[in-house]
């Protein structure tokens, strides 16, 4: 394992720290934090299409299940290793503290590249892991969802397998499926729609004018399209995208759905008509005010970070933003709506699936859509209070230049899981 894979995950722990700080936290209860309870490494032999035999490596971590089933979504990616999803799951566990529901974090995935196989070959994959982790996994165990390189086929094929392995149907067993059996509406866009509302409050609360708002995207897969859409609707300009190919910039602002609609023609954003060609990591550093990192991980480092000209980041990836970073963004007043608060959407309307399904009864969109919105403004309203209440301001300056709202939103879930852990004698 590489120096960079074995520090991912105590880089992942370094906001945890900072947080218990502020709540006086034991030494004993941050190692019981700092340490997931079970981890799964599995070997997958899989028939590929030209006959031979492959063996991928799959992962399962459930970080903590004090304030109910862990939950967390699958990774198929050719960077997938046990730190990774070690560090996703612990994000998960404050994730699901965050916006209040009852979950704890887990998080699984594959070292493949899913766009190098073929539908048949994905299956073949995706029952294999399903098999292998079946026992391990449950509507009130852990619940899986998509993650990235994954989608709602998957989850059908990983329902199915486990189904035909527990001998009944079992839909709660994983979110994000198919309508047909047992998805639930607006699940599609929710992680977009649900940093969408997060970013409605944070203008609101920081006095950021969106009309008119120049937005940049890093990432244009479907994480990110919904919010450009509505930050688009709501008379935003979306100047530059990316995805890993390449991508567009553009100061006058680009269609939103013309810019999904080329790159689902041409599998990219890059050589939008109009557009001047960028790269991948560009949309960091253009010119805008307001920045939404949407791909993956450790995107925003302190090599860049001084570069950033936005006022406000809405982090929908995970972890894209290092701590140094966050040091360097932090003393230039930037405004950030941390990944923990930012991207719940998708496991907020994942819960509502999983209510969903073990009532039997199904929601509408408008349903759905409010539900939602009520849980993301409550969220951000209780984090943005819970820095208010303690100070919370950062150790790089001691200076209050600005409400730390990761830490914030650190103390708000690590708190709702210490007390459960409390509750249940684990600690």
């Not at 720290?17 to 030494?27: C, D, I």
């Amino acid at each position: 394992m590489s120096e960079q894979e074995s520090s991912l995950y105590e880089e992942a722990l370094k906001p945890l720290k900072k947080a218990a700080a502020v709540l006086n936290l034991e030494p004993d209860i941050i190692e019981a934090l700092s340490s997931p309870e079970r981890i799964l490494i599995v070997s997958i032999p899989i028939k590929m299409d030209d006959g031979k035999i492959r063996v991928f490596t799959g992962y399962r971590v459930q970080h903590n299940t004090a304030r109910g089933p862990a939950k967390g979504g699958i990774r198929y990616h050719p960077g997938v290793c046990l730190d990774e999803v070690k560090s996703l799951a612990f994000w998960m566990s404050v994730k699901n503290g965050v916006v209040g529901v009852p979950y704890g974090g887990g998080k699984g995935g594959i070292t493949c590249d899913p766009k190098e196989m073929s539908q048949g070959e994905l299956e073949r994959l995706t029952r294999g892991y399903a098999a292998a982790i079946a026992k391990f996994v449950g509507p009130d165990q852990d619940v899986p969802a998509p993650d990235v390189g994954t989608n709602a086929q998957i989850m059908g094929w990983f329902a199915d397998e486990y189904y035909k392995i527990a001998g009944k149907y079992v839909p709660g067993v994983i979110t994000a499926k198919p309508l047909g059996i047992g998805g639930s509406r607006g699940r599609g866009t929710a992680t977009g729609r649900g940093a969408f509302f997060a970013t409605l409050e944070a203008a609101k609360t920081f006095k950021i004018p969106l009309k008119g708002t120049r937005v940049s995207i890093q990432g244009y897969g479907n994480v990110a399209r919904p919010i450009a859409k509505y930050l688009y609707e709501l008379g935003c300009k979306i100047v530059a995208v990316s995805d890993s190919v390449g991508g567009a910039y553009n100061p006058e602002g680009m269609h939103p759905i013309k810019l999904a609609d080329f790159k689902t023609k041409t599998r990219s954003v890059k050589g939008f008509p109009g557009s001047k060609e960028i790269n991948t990591i560009d949309p960091i550093t253009v010119d805008c005010d307001v920045l939404i990192p949407a791909a993956l991980e450790n995107q925003i480092t302190e090599k860049n970070a001084n570069d950033v000209k936005a006022k406000l980041i809405v982090e929908e990836a995970n972890g894209p933003t290092t701590p140094e970073a966050d040091k360097i963004l932090y003393e230039k007043d930037v405004v950030i709506v941390p990944d923990v608060l930012a991207n719940a959407g998708g496991v907020t309307v994942s819960y509502f699936e999983w209510v969903q399904n073990r009532m039997g009864y199904y929601w509408s969109d408008e349903e759905v859509d409010e539900k939602l919105k009520q849980v993301m403004t409550k969220a951000f309203k209780d984090v943005y209070q819970t820095a208010k209440q303690h100070q919370i301001e950062t150790s790089f300056t001691m200076q209050p230049l600005q409400m730390d709202m990761r830490t914030a939103a650190y103390v708000t879930a690590v708190k709702k899981i210490v007390d459960a852990m409390q509750a249940l004698g684990r600690v």
